[in-house]
């Protein structure tokens, strides 16, 4: 036995079947350049924008990604089983009569998928069925944070500021757009925002100051999602953002940061494309200049969001603030945020390294109890109904059920 401590396999997912599918690349590769490779084996898990999954060495070069990558030398396609005895990842899953199949087993997954299909919950539940350690929220707290419906309305249990809204679903807005409409003027003032219930990058989402806007607006949120919400527009407003980092509920809020482009509002292009160094070129002000009361604030109710939703590892979480009357009013909570705010964190003195290192720390801990619950519960059910017979489903009924 050598006396080194073994590495730390670490599967880091990006990509994804998803419109932020690009943005995703970058986090992923900017999370694998940081890990410490003294401690962690970093297994690069590509899933390409069709939901095709791929491993292999050339994916850990991001020049390499280009639209054959598939075919490149190294490259191999993959799938996360979801069993528990293969504990990570099939290689060559479907590998033919000459290939063979491998199991790469795996001691924690770090996904960074934006968006559907990985900031959703959906990727989450694998994981949990495959019973590995992830970073990040677990199933709920994504798929709550990703619905822009559903986050409002718990926050407004939780007492946390939030904008007047209006949401409907896609068939009834066919149905009866008229009747919809009249919802909307009736509890909502122009300018209102329209958005899909689910997507992200402020794809799909449109600024309406009058009804003929409204309706163009609703019509194109209606391609992106089966359900839509109008709030009405913080007028003179800034964003601010916050990070936080932990386990509910010992949750830690980071220093605030105002993005600088708020004029109309951040499009795509000016999120992600402005500029030769990504999503860091996009001006920004660290700490956000507003009072110590209110940045006090805002980190409070930041870390109450994340704990209403029941939120693990990371977020960053976004506010709409008129600082010259002291209002606030929390706008989403990202579960996947770009970059994963790494660079919040290092103003708080954290660099890169530590907040990966952390971040997969609280993610052993977060596994560790998980299993303090008892999923295996032995019963003599199936026995007694196998000498009984399956005739009566009433005798399944009468047994008493565990609880
Ligand atoms: N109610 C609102 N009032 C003013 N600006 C808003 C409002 N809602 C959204 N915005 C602007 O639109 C942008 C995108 O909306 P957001 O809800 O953050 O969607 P996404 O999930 O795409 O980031 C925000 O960053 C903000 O600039
Ligand atoms: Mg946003």
Request: overall charge negative; charged content about 25%.
């Amino acid at each position: 036995m050598s006396s080194a401590k073994r590495k730390t396999t670490v599967a880091v997912i990006f990509g994804g079947r998803s419109v932020e599918h690009d943005v995703s690349v970058v986090t992923g590769h900017q999370v694998i350049r940081v890990f410490d490779p003294e401690q962690y084996e970093v297994v690069p898990v590509y899933i390409d924008r069709e939901g095709r999954w791929l491993t292999g060495e050339p994916l850990l070069e991001l020049k390499n990604f280009r639209d054959e990558i598939a075919s490149y030398k190294g490259v191999m396609s993959t799938l996360l089983s979801p069993t528990t005895n293969h504990h990570g990842l099939i290689l060559n899953p479907v590998a033919g009569r000459f290939g063979k199949s491998e199991v790469q087993r795996l001691d924690v997954i770090f996904p960074t998928i934006h968006g559907t299909h990985g900031e959703d919950g959906t990727l989450q539940g694998l994981f949990e069925l495959a019973d590995i350690p992830y970073v990040g929220c677990g199933v709920l707290a994504s798929a709550l944070a990703n619905d822009k419906i559903i986050t409002k309305d718990v926050l407004r249990q939780h007492a946390i500021p939030v904008v007047d809204d209006v949401h409907f679903t896609r068939a009834e807005w066919l149905n009866d757009p008229d009747a919809i409409i009249q919802r909307i003027t009736e509890k909502l003032a122009y300018p209102v925002f329209v958005k899909p219930a689910t997507t992200g990058s402020s794809i799909g989402i449109g600024r309406a100051a009058d009804e003929t806007l409204l309706r163009a607006s609703i019509d194109v949120a209606t391609h992106f999602d089966q359900r839509v919400l109008v709030e009405s527009a913080v007028t003179n407003c800034v964003e601010i953002n916050c990070a936080v980092l932990g386990n509910t509920p010992d949750v830690r809020a980071s220093v605030l940061e105002q993005p600088v482009s708020w004029e109309a509002f951040l499009t795509y292009e000016e999120k992600y494309l402005r500029g030769g160094e990504g999503m860091k070129s996009a001006e920004r002000l660290i700490p956000a200049p507003i009072s110590p009361e209110l940045t006090e604030q805002i980190q409070e109710y930041a870390r109450g969001a994340f704990r209403a939703i029941g939120g693990r590892g990371t977020a960053r979480i976004d506010f709409l603030v008129r600082p010259d009357v002291g209002e606030v009013y929390l706008n989403e909570v990202n579960t996947m945020p770009g970059s994963l705010a790494l660079y919040l964190w290092q103003e708080e003195n954290l660099s890169p390294r530590e907040v990966v290192d952390q971040l997969v720390k609280l993610a052993q801990e977060a596994h560790v109890e998980k299993r303090r619950s008892t999923y295996n519960y032995q019963t003599n059910l199936i026995a007694q109904t196998a000498a009984r017979g399956l005739k009566g489903i009433k005798g399944v009924k009468s047994t008493p059920t565990p609880g």
